[in-house]
């Protein structure tokens, strides 16, 4: 795997991820017989105000990886390095009190994501209790997030209960609680997937407004890639625990170079009549087991295009021309 | 909407439960009987009449409740007859005081004090003669008579009662020179004067000839007030096998006369007692002592030990459960483990050999029930269960990204999910302290001080209540415990339905 | 081709505590030998409420059920349960539901879930109701060795395949896919609908496939219902209805689906669905519509357009 950040540029980056490994070990009887490696090996950058999107199926890694890097689930091996501080090498207490307040979550199920026993107003109250934000100043951002997320007049958000709004409310109020503390990084886990579909574009226009007035990055982890598409500047594609591509958004959609992103856009149809007419072309077989992943390139099984080299040599992330990184031997 | 608000409607939507409404209806009352128990005797004055047989005394034992004879139709008597010549109210009674005499006059009581001078030396002579009306329907349980005496010489006496058909008795006559009390009881072998002059008086007056060995078994107190006539018409008829014992009403003089004694300076007084057959709202005991006073301060005692026993159970609960599940791991596995062991100890024969080992006053008590029904409660698991499916929830995760504390989460994220299952638990659960309580004591288990129902059914399952047929003694803590159960059990279903709907209605 | 399925004036309340919900007003569509119509619309807009009309699968608080539902030639609406149950359901007319993965019941094997239907409606014997099942399982692209396996064996696309294989194996006319692939992966979706389209070439069966994804949608429709707030604001071919939607609905709604391949640029409808406990006076949509007239107080009528193209707008309607 190459690396090409020099130091300098690992400071200019808002957050750096190196090499990270997530492996959950699997227990039978006090002994550990096995892991699986839920993210195993992942690198890339994040600048400031950019939004990235993290694009995969289910069971790739997405959404561990979004923990990890939040501080959620607890790192294997690798290094998380936000603004030149690797936090995985940061005492806990440190973590608590100073990472947290740099970085937000956006859940994907807005009802889930809120404590029922508690109002709006304390809902969005409790991050700034914890970081100690001054009394006069809470009311203040709280009535003005409600505004930013277009809940208005935010008054009358402010004693109603999670179970009184509706899922697309909600969500902007979950919005809402991420940006409370300014924070520098927010990672979106699928935060719209469980909205309607004429209101996914709606939370995800007023949530890039935020993102540009406050210059924050963002992680936008989604399987959609046509969401992904509207709202993130560059895309990252993760299979089997594994970056197998990073480019700009539009021109990793309209020209994929690895066979799975390939694969995964031709798969995922527009509204189009014709679509009924015609067979789509599929990957056969199914992910690999994250427990024991096959040697090579974990896609070798499945890939159209395989080769001797991939069933037994695990292919580096390949810089291309164009800011594109593919984990393909097709391009060495 | 505010705190005080949602409580307010909470009561409003329990009120429509009519379980609820009577669960709280039994409430106030025992509350109420908790305020009066404390205002009519405060706690430390409780225990110590309680615990005070003198104080008992002059009560009716094994009295049934006074409500009874609305049941029975028969007059019954409530509480005792007590003639005591020494209980003189001045302004109802005439006093005749000179340096001889000193008469006291006051209808029921007449009592002539006297120095006389006989063959030289002085003499303090006493008459005391009791007038009771009498118009019961039922005899007295028991009766005694009690000579209460300050002298140096000895006292000559002679005790007497005239019955309204005309029949004069002799109860007893002796000479003491201290004061001292004789039951109007059967001998437990032999005959005593009063039951021999009693067959000497039917012969004389009847000519009947009564059984002796019959006559040895009817306590002289039941001689006093028989319906004569009755008896011996009966006894003739049956040829001896049937000895008939109505009441005879009507007035009746004790006399208390033929009493001397040289020292001059004596002062002799008489106090017959003739025990009840009901008294009171509950009855009493074998000492004679109020039930209602034991069920009256049993029921605070009931209501703390429960209340208190459940609040703080369930609390160290679901804190136990809280850090068990939170933390998981190793602090789990040890905490389950623990709890799977206690949950082996048996926890009866535990808190016996404590008590055995220790004693226990009703809070040491509950030190000991309390960390075993916590550690060796189902309680735990099932919370635990609870506190674990919580812990996976979205907004457990969202405390953890913005940097809340183990302890916030638990107290402020966790704790409050559980309590809607919590408060209905405690309520219900505090009955099954409250029997505990009872039955450690009919153990004897139990606070040597304190007045409990259990203590109160212990002491009648001791003194063999229900073979005796002392039926309300049992009763009245038994149903005291039942209907407290019931109203907890009540309020607490009720609050199970509202903040636990199970089925929403479209 | 002959009709299958004409549903006219499909009238659907529920009975609630605070009212009657109207949850589908005036439905009406018909459906061909071997087409698939698609109902389309966010959530709570109906589409499920009136699939589940058709089949009658109902809870037990509906207030009214009303209309003409003509299955295969039979008039339906008015038939006892006991009757619809003996001759209509699962032998015309079948139902894939939303999260069917876990329909299937874990202690019992594949085999034995396909052979029921068979078996107990049908009183087929059973070794011919297990040829069918070998020879249905292969079909929905399964080995036939899973045949013997229990569900918990079988992977999330599997058992979504095998639930289709049970709708499958009467050999209905007719069968109700209701979020069949939501909660899949893309390429199990995709392997899935490829699976879907070849059943429906080889057997000549009918769909009507219920999603809220409109993209997918499109993989199987030949025409398109679009559905708001309990009635069919639009319905026509699906070469016009996704290319060029005409109720001011319709517009919103596929012009806020993102697109992969194309650069347009996405709307939003501002506002939310109403209540269909007290929906708007007139025209349902009127609150959000951005052509809403005074005219759009009165219920608008369904326009007939062409020979299968409606819309309920005044828009397209007579002055």
């Known amino acids: 795997m190459e690396r090409s950040e020099t130091p300098q540029e690992e400071r200019e980056e808002l957050l750096v991820v190196k090499d990270l490994r997530v492996w959950h070990p699997v227990r039978r009887l006090f002994t550990t017989v096995g892991y699986i490696r839920a993210v195993d090996g992942v690198s890339f950058s994040v600048p400031r105000g950019k939004i990235v999107a993290i694009v995969g199926e289910s069971g790739c890694g997405k959404t561990t ?116 503390l300014y924070p520098k990084l927010v990672l979106a886990d699928e935060p719209v997937s469980m909205l309607d579909a004429s209101v996914r574009i709606e939370i995800l226009s007023m949530f890039k407004e935020l993102q540009e007035k406050y210059k924050m990055s963002v992680l936008y982890i989604t399987h959609d890639f046509a969401t992904a598409k509207y709202f993130s500047s560059e895309i990252m594609v993760m299979y089997a625990g594994q970056i197998v591509e990073i480019g700009d958004t539009r021109d990793v959609i309209r020209a994929p170079k690895h066979p799975y992103t390939e694969a995964l856009i031709s798969v995922l149809p527009d509204p189009d009549p014709q679509n009924r007419f015609t067979l789509k072309k599929t990957l056969p077989g199914e992910p690999p087991n994250l427990m024991r992943p096959p040697p090579g390139c974990r896609l070798s099984p499945r890939c159209p295009y395989v080769m001797e080299r991939c069933k037994t040599q695990e292919p580096p992330l390949l810089e291309l021309p164009g800011n594109r990184k593919v984990k393909c031997w097709l391009y060495a | ?211 002796p060995a019959k006559i040895a078994r009817i306590d002289p107190v039941i001689l006093i007030f028989v319906d004569d006539d009755l008896l011996v018409k009966k006894y003739v008829e049956t040829n001896g096998s049937v000895l008939e014992i109505r009441p005879l009403k009507g007035t009746y003089v004790f006399k208390f006369y033929r009493v001397e004694t040289m020292d001059i300076n004596a002062t002799i007084d008489l106090k017959i007692v003739f025990y009840g057959t009901v008294y009171g709202v509950a009855g009493t005991d074998k000492q004679g002592r109020d039930l209602f006073m034991a069920i009256a301060w049993g029921t605070p005692i009931a209501i703390a030990f429960g209340l208190t026993a459940s609040v703080v159970t369930s609390l ?156 309300h003694w049992i009763l009245a803590p038994a149903v005291s415990l039942f209907l407290l159960s019931i109203a907890f059990a009540s309020i607490g279903f009720t609050l199970d339905k509202i903040f636990n709907p199970r089925l929403r209605e479209l | 081709m002959s009709e299958v399925l004409r549903v006219e004036r499909l009238k659907l309340y529920y009975r609630t505590m605070s009212g009657p919900v109207k949850a589908v007003e005036d439905a009406y569509f018909t459906l061909r030998e071997k087409e698939t119509i698609a109902l389309i619309g966010e959530s709570g807009c109906g589409k499920t409420s009136l699939a589940r009309a058709i089949i009658r ?197 596929l012009g806020s689906v993102p697109r992969l391949r194309s650069d347009r640029e996405v709307t939003f409808i501002p506002g939310t669905p109403p209540s269909l406990i007290n929906p708007p006076k007139g025209c349902r949509f009127r609150p959000r519509c951005k052509y809403a007239t005074p005219k759009c107080e009165e219920v608008p009528p369904i326009i007939k357009l062409g020979s299968e193209e409606y819309v309920r707008c005044w828009l397209y309607g007579e002055k």
Not at chain 1, 152 to 164: A, G, I, R, S
Not at chain 2, 434 to 455: C, H, M, N, S, Y
């Open chain 1, 65 to 180: 990886l979004a923990r990890a890097i939040m501080g959620l689930v607890p790192v294997t091996s690798g290094s998380i390095i936000f603004e030149g501080k690797d936090v995985t090498k940061l005492p806990r207490t440190v973590v608590r009190r100073w990472y947290t307040r740099q970085v937000g979550l956006v859940q994907q199920d807005p009802y889930a994501a809120m404590p029922p026993f508690m109002n709006i107003k304390t809902i969005l109250e409790e991050p700034m209790k914890i970081h100690k934000v001054p009394k006069e100043e809470r009311m203040k951002r709280i009535i003005n997030m409600l505004t930013e997320v277009g809940l208005t007049p935010p008054e009358d958000f402010l004693y109603k209960y999670p179970h009184m709004l509706s899922g697309g409310q909600l969500q902007r109020v979950a919005i809402a609680r991420a940006l409370v």
């Open chain 2, 1 to 211: 909407m505010s705190r005080a608000k949602r409580t307010l409607l909470l009561l409003k939507t329990a009120m429509h439960f009519k379980g609820f409404v009577l669960g709280v209806a039994i409430l106030l009352v025992f509350i109420g009987l908790s305020v009066y128990a404390a205002v009519t005797w405060p706690f430390e004055e409780a225990i110590r009449i309680w615990n005070n047989p003198a104080y008992w005394e002059d009560y009716p034992k094994f009295a049934s409740p006074a409500w009874i004879s609305l049941f029975t139709g028969r007059k019954e008597i409530e509480g005792s007859i007590i003639l005591d010549s020494t209980m003189i109210n001045p302004n109802k009674c005439d006093i005749y005081v000179n340096e001889t005499h000193n008469i006291v006059n006051c209808g029921w009581l007449y009592k002539e004090v006297k120095i006389v001078q006989r063959a030289g030396r002085s003499l303090l002579t006493v008459n005391i003669n009791f007038t009771l009306n009498y118009d019961y329907d039922v005899m007295p349980t028991a009766g005694d008579y009690r000579l209460i005496v300050n002298t140096k010489d000895r006292v000559f006496y002679y005790l007497s009662v005239v019955k309204p058909n005309g029949l004069e008795l002799l109860i007893d006559k002796g000479q003491t020179i201290t004061s001292f009390r004789g039951a109007l009881i059967a001998p437990p072998e032999g005959i005593s004067l009063a039951q021999r002059r009693y067959i000497e008086l039917i012969n004389a007056t009847y000519g009947v000839q009564l059984d």
């Open chain 2, 316 to 471: 160290l609960t679901m804190i136990i459960a809280a850090i068990s599940a939170w933390y998981a791991g190793a602090l789990d596995n040890f905490i389950q483990r623990v709890n799977e062991i206690f949950m082996i100890i048996p926890f009866l024969p535990t808190v016996i050999m404590i008590y055995l080992f220790y004693g226990l006053t009703l809070w040491t008590l509950l030190l000991v029930i309390i960390p075993l029904s916590v550690l060796g409660g189902g309680g735990l698991k099932s919370m635990r269960a609870m506190f674990f499916q919580i812990k996976e929830m979205g907004y457990i995760e969202a405390a953890r990204a913005y940097g809340a504390s183990n302890a916030r989460i638990i107290f402020k994220y966790m704790v409050p999910r559980v309590i809607p299952v919590l408060i209905p638990s405690i309520v219900t659960a505090i009955p099954s302290f409250v029997f505990l309580e009872a039955a450690l004591a009919i153990l004897g288990i139990a606070d040597p001080r304190l007045i409990t129902w259990g203590k109160v059914l212990q002491e009648a399952y001791a003194a063999a209540a229900l073979q005796g047929g002392y039926y």
């Open chain 3, 57 to 253: 699968f109902l809870p037990r608080n509906v207030q009214e059920l009303s209309g003409s539902v003509v299955i295969d030639g039979v008039e339906t609406i008015n038939m006892s349960d006991a009757e619809f149950n003996e001759k209509i359901r699962w032998k015309k007319i079948t139902y894939v539901t939303q999260a069917a993965i876990s329909s299937l019941n874990p202690v019992i094997k594949v085999v034995d879930h396909l052979i029921e239907p068979l078996v107990i409606n049908f009183k087929v014997p059973k070794s011919e109701a297990v040829e069918r099942a070998r020879e249905m399982i292969k079909s929905v692209g399964i080995p036939e060795d899973f045949l013997w396996r229990y569900p918990f064996e079988l992977s999330g696309g599997m058992r979504q395949r095998v639930v289709i294989a049970l709708s499958l194996i009467t050999n209905p006319k007719i069968v109700i896919l209701d979020e069949p692939t939501s909660a899949l992966d893309v390429m199990t979706q995709a392997n899935i609908l490829n699976m879907l389209k070849e059943i429906r070439s080889k057997r000549g069966v009918s769909y009507i496939f219920i999603t809220h994804d409109i993209a997918v949608s499109s993989e199987l429709a030949d025409k398109v219902a679009v559905m708001y707030a309990g009635w069919i604001v639009e319905l026509g071919p699906a070469e016009k209805v996704y290319v060029d939607p005409l109720h001011p609905y319709s517009k919103g709604l």
